[in-house]
């Protein structure tokens, strides 16, 4: 078998199956999957600047909420 990124033999410990594209060696797919740009299942390579904006907003919003503790109901937007 070989690795679907590198087309390089795959054996022993250092493969894995990606489910519905075939065999890889475990770097392989990490880099792959670092190199795309993905988070969990979305693939923010393909969102336009719009909607990386307002992601990354959505970002800074859930990070200040749970710096600021438990003491306050109000969250903080910038």
Do not use: W
């Amino acid at each position: 078998m070989k690795c679907i990124y590198c087309d390089k033999a795959v054996f022993g410990n250092s493969g894995i199956t990606v489910p519905s594209e075939g065999p890889a060696h475990s770097q392989c797919f990490q880099a792959n999957q670092a190199l795309k740009r993905t988070f969990q299942s979305l693939d923010i390579s393909q969102l336009n600047d719009q909607e990386l904006f307002e992601l990354k907003e959505l970002v800074i919003t859930e990070e200040n909420s749970r710096n600021r503790g438990e003491d306050s109901d109000d969250i903080e937007l910038f």
